[in-house]
């Protein structure tokens, strides 16, 4: 062939790479095939396994405490001449206070899970002090609703030790405990957050991703259903703000933000908080859809009172049924009462739907107060 023994060698060499890389593309375009085949086999086995390994408590929060009594006697005392300490006791926590034959207990009624557990706490404190009149009502829900913001930052620090989290800004502890108090759907959201913090720290070691920052965005994807104030940002994007504003990794952020794909998901992360949070939520028996508008339309019905100039306190009560406004009575004369409680009631007629009728009751008061040195 008139070739010397190296260019014999270098052309044989030649030939057999291109015969090798042939092979090899025919065995990657089999193995690309096979893998297409098997991913969603082998990722439905992931998820099977993960919802196996978790043991979910079944916890639907409702609208209503028992508040258990000694006797019936003390019944007579927690209303009080003429009502005056029930009423005391309603203005204060902004809960329903219903006393009937039920034998040795009373029901507390509230939509917010915060102010039933204040008005607990307090009737607790009231009924085993034995003092219970109107001025001591108002100084024991107070110290109440100090102790409440305690135990959240008490709880949030319990949750992230259960869950081996470390490293959490305080501020962001302090929500996660306030999550105790909400729920989403019916379904507690401090539950559902342990519970889809679970699920991606199992499905994150199933496919070799880092489990503790899984467990750490599983924990904290529903942060920003806890804000301070009311606000129109959605709550995957208020969530992602405030994480970042308390330097979480930006992975992080991230799955928080995109678990309702509100941004695009960049890191593997993401659709593993969304796919827990979908396990989480959608197991039978978790959520309730009816509840939360229900909830939304109380909401709504107090954020209208808080509309008119001199309303101090707005509360919904009766289900709804009852708009309980107190005013100022520095701001608003007797008169201005009765035309406020005809302006709320048309505000509610024009801007909301809701079933049956709602009655405004505005209540002013005047009081006068000295010390005896």
């Given at each position: 062939?008139?070739?010397?023994?190296?260019?014999?060698?270098?052309?044989?060499?030649?030939?057999?790479?291109?015969?090798?890389?042939?092979d090899a593309m025919a065995l990657i375009q089999d193995t690309i095939e096979e893998a297409k085949l098997?991913?969603?086999?082998?990722?439905?086995?992931?998820?099977?396994?993960?919802?196996?390994?978790?043991?979910?408590?079944?916890?639907?929060?409702?609208?209503?405490?028992?508040?258990?009594?000694?006797?019936?006697?003390?019944?007579?005392?927690?209303?009080?001449?003429?009502?005056r300490n029930i009423r005391a006791l309603e203005a204060a926590t902004g809960v329903e206070i219903i006393v009937d034959d039920t034998p040795e207990a009373i029901i507390l009624s509230c939509f917010d899970s915060v102010r039933r557990e204040v008005a607990r706490l307090s009737l607790?404190?009231?009924?085993?002090?034995?003092?219970?009149?109107?001025?001591?009502?108002?100084?024991?829900?107070?110290?109440?609703?100090?102790?409440?913001?305690?135990?959240?930052?008490?709880?949030?620090k319990r949750t992230v030790i259960d869950l081996g989290i470390h490293g959490l800004q305080p501020e962001l502890i302090k929500m996660v405990g306030r999550m105790k108090y909400r729920s989403s759907y019916g379904q507690n959201l401090l539950q559902h957050s342990r519970e889809v913090a679970k699920l991606c720290g199992?499905?994150?070691?199933?496919?070799?991703i880092n489990p503790k920052l899984a467990k750490r965005a599983g924990l904290l994807h529903d942060i920003g259903k806890v804000p301070e104030t009311e606000t129109e940002v959605p709550h995957a994007i208020l969530g992602?703000?405030?994480?970042?504003?308390?330097?979480e990794k930006p992975e992080v952020c991230n799955a928080i933000g995109a678990h309702h794909d509100e941004i695009e998901m960049n890191s593997l992360l993401?659709?593993?908080?969304?796919?827990?949070?979908?396990?989480?939520?959608?197991?039978?028996?978790?959520r309730r859809q009816v509840l939360d508008s229900y909830i939304q339309r109380l909401k709504d019905l107090e954020e209208i009172a808080f509309g008119f100039g001199g309303v101090k306190k707005a509360y919904a009560i009766q289900a709804g049924r009852e708009l309980r406004v107190i005013v100022e009575s520095e701001k608003v004369n007797d008169e201005k009462a009765s035309n406020l409680s005809f302006e709320i009631s048309q505000k509610i007629q024009?801007?909301?739907?809701?079933?049956?009728?709602?009655?405004?009751?505005?209540?002013?008061e005047t009081r006068a107060v000295n010390i005896a040195k």
């Amino acid at each position: 062939s008139g070739l010397s023994a190296d260019e014999a060698k270098s052309q044989l060499v030649e030939s057999l790479k291109e015969a090798a890389r042939a092979d090899a593309m025919a065995l990657i375009q089999d193995t690309i095939e096979e893998a297409k085949l098997t991913a969603q086999q082998e990722a439905k086995k992931i998820i099977i396994n993960t919802i196996q390994r978790i043991g979910t408590e079944e916890a639907v929060e409702n609208c209503v405490s028992v508040f258990n009594l000694e006797s019936d006697d003390v019944k007579g005392r927690i209303i009080g001449r003429e009502g005056r300490n029930i009423r005391a006791l309603e203005a204060a926590t902004g809960v329903e206070i219903i006393v009937d034959d039920t034998p040795e207990a009373i029901i507390l009624s509230c939509f917010d899970s915060v102010r039933r557990e204040v008005a607990r706490l307090s009737l607790h404190k009231l009924v085993t002090d034995g003092r219970i009149h109107p001025a001591r009502i108002e100084e024991v829900v107070k110290k109440t609703k100090k102790q409440i913001e305690e135990e959240i930052i008490d709880i949030g620090k319990r949750t992230v030790i259960d869950l081996g989290i470390h490293g959490l800004q305080p501020e962001l502890i302090k929500m996660v405990g306030r999550m105790k108090y909400r729920s989403s759907y019916g379904q507690n959201l401090l539950q559902h957050s342990r519970e889809v913090a679970k699920l991606c720290g199992v499905m994150a070691a199933e496919l070799g991703i880092n489990p503790k920052l899984a467990k750490r965005a599983g924990l904290l994807h529903d942060i920003g259903k806890v804000p301070e104030t009311e606000t129109e940002v959605p709550h995957a994007i208020l969530g992602m703000q405030w994480a970042e504003k308390h330097g979480e990794k930006p992975e992080v952020c991230n799955a928080i933000g995109a678990h309702h794909d509100e941004i695009e998901m960049n890191s593997l992360l993401s659709p593993i908080v969304q796919v827990c949070d979908a396990i989480s939520g959608a197991r039978p028996g978790a959520r309730r859809q009816v509840l939360d508008s229900y909830i939304q339309r109380l909401k709504d019905l107090e954020e209208i009172a808080f509309g008119f100039g001199g309303v101090k306190k707005a509360y919904a009560i009766q289900a709804g049924r009852e708009l309980r406004v107190i005013v100022e009575s520095e701001k608003v004369n007797d008169e201005k009462a009765s035309n406020l409680s005809f302006e709320i009631s048309q505000k509610i007629q024009t801007d909301m739907t809701y079933p049956g009728q709602v009655k405004v009751t505005v209540i002013r008061e005047t009081r006068a107060v000295n010390i005896a040195k």
